[in-house]
């Protein structure tokens, strides 16, 4: 499919001749009346707000709101509306798409919600709680723990991301496997729309069968039909025994195979399944201090699975080890080691967990976050090694992730002393191969990053028409100004791009 054409915008503009609020001073005065002038942050105090994680983005903005509370963030939308300024939500900034960083106009507003951080309720009996948008990961899950339950939303970033975050971007992580996305992981929301409405629906209600399933369009929407303030989150048992391994298997095939294998054997405690390559460890090992090779020889792959289970005497460790044992029989497994206490399970995820930011550290990288039907995964990773090989023969081939969910992060690396720039002026050429195939194998070319400002021709390229037409008359029904998210997700209408 074509890229869009200049009518195929985003969001209609009815009324868009109101251009009179232009953001400056006047628009600055405004907002601090809403807010109270130290919670807009302007010029220099900005910067941190105005470059993704990645580096790929850097834009200016108007200002960074900070407000304090859902009623600051209703009327502060409201303006907005009505001045046609773009506004770009925030959360922990560790986003792999730059979805929350402004467009280079300096006409946008960033909109932090980490002072929204608060814990609202928890209700053990109803197995939820209610946490504000700003809080951390990390501090969902510590108030889940408190009432002896588990939120199981996993991520390498669960000490600074937001849970806002998560919910716009539907994280994944490494949980997904047993638990499911973010979506799966929500009963009710609280939003502020573009023209200020407050939408809350915070019930905790699990079973609520009546019409269009309204809050489910803000999950994975990356703040471009409204602002997520507060969700009710889904807890569940805390778990009470693990047994994690890291084994070699012979492939990627016999992987999936120890998966179905796992599964068999244990039906749902199969919590976790990782691939990590021989790179992997090379690269942890390496740039990451503390990490060592659990095994030693080397290998070409490896798995770190976890069986977990809310019962304390369930015999997770001796599951594990017999199909190891079967599996290494059957060479499908070539060497496997349990981990023998919590700090040697903590050691092994501190290697899963930091292969992304030991790429970093190795220099330029191509990043694909791609998913196929696990059946597929072989097959994936066999032509896109062989096409990355013959392609891209300097680059190193970095493919981990969560396999269980056929998801692979099919990065790739520029090798040590390569030339500057080299690999990174090939993305575009790489991107089209590696999602063409995993397209053509039923897959998706953004399984758990979302879209962001990075993907949003691979949307219109992907995406069936009939999809991205909904998806276009989501976002007039809901922000028919266009100022939430600008650009983020769909491409902004060409009036939008002028005026914010
Ligand atoms: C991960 O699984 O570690 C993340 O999604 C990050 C990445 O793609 O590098
Ligand atoms: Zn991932």
Known sequence: MPAAGPDDTAGGRPGAAARDGAPGGAAQDALRGILGAEALLTGAACEPYL?????????????????????????????????????????????????????????????????????RSVDPANDSLIAEAGCILAQVQEAASQAQRLFPLSLGSEGSCQIGGNLSTNAGGTSVLRYGMMRDLVLGLEVVLADGRVLSSLSGLRKDNTGYDIRGLFLGAEGTLGVITAASLKLFPQIASTATAFAAVADVRAAVTLLARLRAASGERVSSFELIPRIGIELTTQHIPGVTDPLGASHAW?????????RAA???????????????????????????????????????????????????????????????LPEFVARGSSWVSTHVPGARLVAYGHVGDGNLHFN??????????????????????????????????????GIGRLKVAELERYAPATELELMRAVKRAFDPHGIMNPGKVLRAAPADRDER
């Open 314 to 376: 369930e015999p997770l460790a001796a599951i594990l080890t017999e199909v190891l044992g079967a599996a290494l029989d059957d060479g499908l497994v070539l060497d496997a080691a349990l981990a023998g206490s919590e700090r040697e399970r903590a050691a092994l995820w501190r290697l899963r967990e930091t292969i992304p930011a030991a790429q970093r550290k190795q220099g330029a990288g191509l990043k694909h976050d791609i998913s196929v039907p696990l059946s597929a």
């Open 51 to 119: 470059v993704d994680q990645r580096g790929l983005y850097r834009g200016r903005a108007l200002g960074v709101a900070l407000p304090r509370s859902v009623a600051q963030v209703s009327r502060l939308l409201a303006l907005c509306n009505a001045q046609r300024i773009g506004v770009v939500p925030h959360g922990g900034n560790t986003g792999y798409c730059g979805g929350a960083t402004p467009d280079e106009s300096g006409r946008q507003l960033v909109l932090s919600l980490a002072r929204l951080n608060r814990i």
């Open 412 to 449: 790739l690396s520029e090798t040590q002393g390569a030339v500057r720039g080299e690999l990174t002026a090939r993305a575009a050429e790489v991107q089209r191969a590696l999602h063409d195939l995993a397209v053509s194998l039923g897959g998706s070319f953004s399984a758990e990053h």
């Open 302 to 310: 490896y798995v770190l699975c976890e069986l977990s289970s809310a």
